[in-house]
């Protein structure tokens, strides 16, 4: 049965799939294709990466003999995308082409480009078989050696299918196959169009990369007795600076036209701020600064809560423990004796003091109820 044929509604066919690309993101969705039940087969320019992706369960690399893929699935860095889409709908004429690249609408148009190429066997009839999609999951490592089947779950997945003039381009099969893969993974789908993408992932994971980066970078030559002072505050703004230059660099160099108005409104505000702190004892200044932050503080309380429900305060206690194993697991199992769950939780480590500083975030009503039982369990307790 040819999945372009019918959709995921008509039956609990489990395509055969081809994984183009073995890095994290393709490595990981053979592991949770594989394990639902679809024969999965693998095809990598490096032969090392597609090696490891099939030893630890992501498929098989893809032979001569093997059928053809009903669905085909491109994960491959963001320059290479449109090329590899290109490849895969010629290859496989009967297949539904998805890719998994960070930006859109750059792809789209150079499908567009290629397919008006008379040199070229792409043709605009093939891109009826093409979805765009982008996975918004990851972590720190790379490559197949970090891959996990289950790293999409309960993760956003967005699927952006073209149109024009209003029209989508991607068949109805097509676009629902997508997000039948999108869910069989576990992840939670949204629609947009590729432009909208782009310009929502320029706000939400570009502009936060780029200032994690332009911070760390400050530190290079920062005295080392400086960088001992350091806390969550400095970790957790640049934790995901120590990112792989070279894809960063094609994420950016695609998407380069909503980053840059973002990061015109960006730089107004470093202006403003700097025309402040020139003169901060001048009439409006100290107000100024204020301003500024509490627009920071109206913009960050926008930011979806637990489990993407609305934005939520929680009320912190600070729990200090011995720097030895186990007190962890102590704190916590403590906690679930009084009855209180715990909306989220944060490690700190005191400078030259063996002790660290387990930050649990409650419930407002929930905080003055556990402080005090934690306090008679022996612990020591500070309300934040």
Known sequence: MNALETTPEATRHTPRVLVRGTGLL?????????????????????????????????????????????????????EA????????????????????????????LEL??????????????????YVGTHPMAGREQSGPVAARGELFTAMPWVICPAAEQGVRIPTEAAVAWAEEIARR???????MAPKDHDESVALISHLPQIAASLVASRLQEAPASALELAGNGL?????????????????????????????????????????????????GGQADIAQL???????????????????????RLIVIVDDRPGQIAAVLNDVAQVGVNVEDMRMDHS?????????????????EELAEAMTEFGWKVVQS
């Not at 567009?112 to 093939?126: F, I, M, S």
């Not at 640049?238 to 015109?264: E, Y």
Request: proline residues 8%; hydrophobic residues 40%.
């Open 112 to 129: 567009h480009a290629t397919a008006d190429d008379p040199g070229h066997a792409l043709r605009r009839d093939d891109l009826v078989r």
């Open 81 to 108: 995308t449109a090329g590899e889409v290109a490849s895969a709908l010629t290859a496989f004429p009967g297949a539904i082409v998805l890719d998994v690249a960070s930006v859109k609408d750059e792809i789209l």
């Open 26 to 78: 393709g490595a990981s969705i053979g592991l949770g294709l594989s394990a639902r039940g679809h024969r999965v087969t693998l095809s990598d320019p490096s032969a090392v990466a597609q090696a490891i992706a099939a030893d630890i369960g992501a498929g098989a690399p893809k032979s001569a003999q093997d059928p053809d893929p009903e669905i085909v699935v491109v994960a491959a860095p963001p």
């Open 293 to 315: 932050i509490s627009e920071g503080n109206a913009g960050r309380a926008r930011v979806p809560g637990k489990h993407g429900g609305p934005p939520q305060s929680f009320s």
């Open 351 to 367: 400078a030259g003091h063996q002790v660290g500083m387990v930050e649990l975030s409650v419930l407002p009503g929930r905080r």
């Open 235 to 283: 970790r957790d703004v640049t934790r995901i600076a120590a990112s792989d230059p070279n894809l960063w660099v094609q994420i950016l160099s695609s998407n380069a036209a909503p980053i840059t108005d973002i990061l015109h409104g960006l730089r107004d505000d470093v202006d403003r701020l700097i025309r402040t702190l020139e003169s901060p004892r001048a009439p």
């Open 185 to 191: 993974l576990g992840a939670t789908v949204h629609f």
